[in-house]
């Protein structure tokens, strides 16, 4: 089935690229700017993080905890990475783009789904805009800890 791009979100953060990759990448970042992940446990050392990388993410969505086994399946650092995970739903990927520019970074986030049937496509696509409730307030966090971030160092 074909993937429906559920969500997408783009900013110019004036903020050095490593130091964006690093918030967006290591827990002890994303925990503190990501209210929904509970925790992520990797098959291996956060350190050694790279495409065919796995782990499980247990994350706080409304009510519900949910617990899923992600993979990474491109790992660029510091400008790309692409995360799927599958669901009775079907299959999610987030891709995160990173640009450096003369400000600082460009910053991209794409969601996809690709329906597990005609069900979750048709329920998807009814639904995708409900998605941007979800997703919004966690980047617009991310930006404003990545700026914190960048006044403590520079401090």
Same mark, same amino acid.
Do not use: A, P
């Given at each position: 089935?074909? =993937?429906i791009r559920? +969500?997408?979100f783009e900013s110019e953060l004036y903020a050095n690229i490593?130091? *964006?990759f690093e918030c967006l990448s290591k827990d002890k970042h994303v925990? /503190?700017?990501n209210s929904q992940i509970i925790e992520n446990i990797f098959?291996? %050392? =956060?350190?050694d993080l790279g495409e065919g990388s796995t782990f499980i993410t247990?994350?706080?969505?409304? $009510? $519900?905890? +949910? =617990?899923l086994e992600g993979i990474y399946t491109k790992y660029e650092t510091p400008y &790309? !990475?692409? *995360? =799927?995970? /599958?669901?009775k739903e079907g299959l999610s990927k987030t891709e995160y783009i990173l640009r450096e520019t003369p400000e600082g970074t460009h910053f991209? !986030? %794409? *969601? &996809?789904l690709v329906p597990s049937n005609w069900t979750y496509k048709i329920i998807t696509k009814m639904l995708k805009w409900s998605f941007k409730f979800i997703y919004d307030d966690q980047f617009n966090s991310f930006i404003e800890y990545v700026y914190q971030m960048e006044y403590e160092r520079n401090e």
């Open positions: 089935m074909k =993937e559920c +969500y997408s490593n130091l *964006v925990l /503190k700017w098959d291996g %050392n =956060e350190n247990r994350q706080k969505i409304g $009510k $519900k905890v +949910y =617990e &790309y !990475v692409n *995360v =799927e995970t /599958k669901t991209i !986030v %794409n *969601v &996809y």
